[in-house]
């Protein structure tokens, strides 16, 4: 009985460790490897890469729109001297508009023009003076601040060019020193030197339209022009208009990096 067991035992161990070998024995007569199910460590694998989330599209200077509206009754706010903004008290007007030169005296009468601002990203049309936007570059509020400086001026033709002071300007002159007021422009440029002036196209945040004959520009969805090309005021001037429905016939540059 002692022996009979003892054999019983071994059997049942020998048929164990014959079993768990077949696929082993399988394996080495096609050469191939028991399969065993794959662990990230075993198979070399690593965990698939979280996608980056896709970039905000780039922010461009508005050029064109659909109608001549520059409504706006948001809140208007002036930065002063000592650099406090405060909110705007506009002056009380002081005229009539001059329809032959474009002179204009609503809020422009003094000789030094408020430093307007407004929130957001767009510029705005505020007492005949443009207000700019408190979420853009410094440069930019600098520019529109200096086009507001020729508000009220004649169309001088040649005006601005033998020097950034004159008692008139006209249309690459105004361009020349709204750009000279947040220097970047040195010395004032003609309409075909804007031509190839700064960068190709339209800007982030100010585009510059020239030919030969002609520029003006946008800034943050105003246009300083001398010319009254879709502006139902129909005035002459350096002055803030709409913007145009098209800018066909003109190159298109802005300022690097704006």
């Excluded at 002063?80 to 009468?109: H, L």
């Excluded at 008692?167 to 030197?193: I, K, N, Q, R």
């Excluded at 190709?200 to 946008?218: D, E, K, L």
Aim: contains cysteine; hydrophobic residues 40%.
């Amino acid at each position: 009985m002692r022996v009979r067991t003892l054999s019983s035992t071994v059997f049942c161990s020998l048929t164990i460790l014959a079993v768990a070998a077949m696929p082993a024995l399988a394996a080495s007569k096609t050469g191939g490897v028991a399969a065993v199910a794959p662990t990230p460590a075993a198979s070399g694998g690593s965990t698939p890469a979280t996608p980056k989330p896709a970039k905000p599209p780039l922010h461009t200077d508005p050029v064109t729109a659909p109608t001549p509206v520059l409504t706006y009754t948001g809140p208007v706010y002036e930065k002063t001297v000592t650099g406090q903004v405060v909110p705007y008290v506009p002056p009380a007007p002081t005229g009539q508009v001059n329809g032959t030169t474009g002179g204009i005296p609503v809020g422009v009468a003094a000789d030094t023009k408020p430093q307007l601002l407004v929130p957001g990203t767009i510029a705005r049309y505020v007492d005949g003076l443009a207000a700019a936007p408190m979420s853009v570059p410094a440069a930019v509020q600098e520019i529109i601040w200096a086009g507001n400086e020729l508000i009220g001026l004649p169309y001088i033709f040649g005006g601005g060019h033998a020097s950034f002071s004159s008692p008139g300007y006209d249309c690459s002159g105004t361009v020349s020193f709204a750009l000279h007021g947040a220097d970047l422009l040195s010395t004032p440029e003609d309409s075909s030197e804007f031509e190839v002036w700064g960068s190709h196209g339209v800007g982030r945040w100010v585009s510059i339209f020239a030919n030969g004959g002609h520029a003006y520009m946008t800034v943050a969805g105003l246009r300083l022009d001398t010319s009254a090309a879709d502006d139902p005021t129909n005035e002459q001037g350096p002055r803030w208009r709409p913007l145009r429905q098209g800018n066909e016939g003109f190159t298109v540059r802005h300022p690097l990096g704006l």
